[in-house]
């Protein structure tokens, strides 16, 4: 068993700036890339950024230049760093990794329960 939970949501104004963690707990043997996707109301969950366990990082067009993913592999946690935020940017970001358990060594693709973000004046 592996859990995903997320913090740092909440309300902000436009330009502001919010911190996402994501901590990942369980019977873990090692994690691979670890990523945050987000739901805006009535739209489909999309991708944000990714990271790998080597560091290397990727990002949708649209957060490119406001949005940093980070991790730290010690305390199996995934950050996502947001500045300049835009109301466009309210959605429901959740948190996934790819791990591999104590139990059998097999591969599980985890998502975390979300946290809401809204950027609203």
């Known amino acids: 068993q592996v859990d995903l939970v997320e913090s740092g949501g909440g309300l902000v104004r436009p330009g502001g700036s919010l911190r996402l963690s994501c901590a990942a707990s369980?019977?873990?043997?090692?994690?691979?890339?670890m990523g945050w996707y987000r739901q805006a109301p009535g739209k489909q969950r999309e991708y944000v950024a990714s990271i790998t366990s080597g560091g290397i990082t990727n990002y949708a067009d649209y957060v490119k230049g406001r949005f940093t993913i980070s991790r730290d592999n010690a305390k199996n946690t995934v950050y996502l760093q947001m500045n300049t935020l835009e109301p466009e940017d309210t959605a429901v970001y959740y948190c996934?990794?790819?791990?591999?358990?104590?139990?059998?060594?097999?591969?599980?693709?985890?998502w975390g329960q979300g946290t809401l973000v809204t950027v609203s004046s």
């Open positions: 369980g019977s873990i043997f090692s994690i691979g890339a």
């Open positions: 996934n990794a790819g791990v591999i358990v104590r139990q059998g060594y097999r591969y599980l693709g985890v």
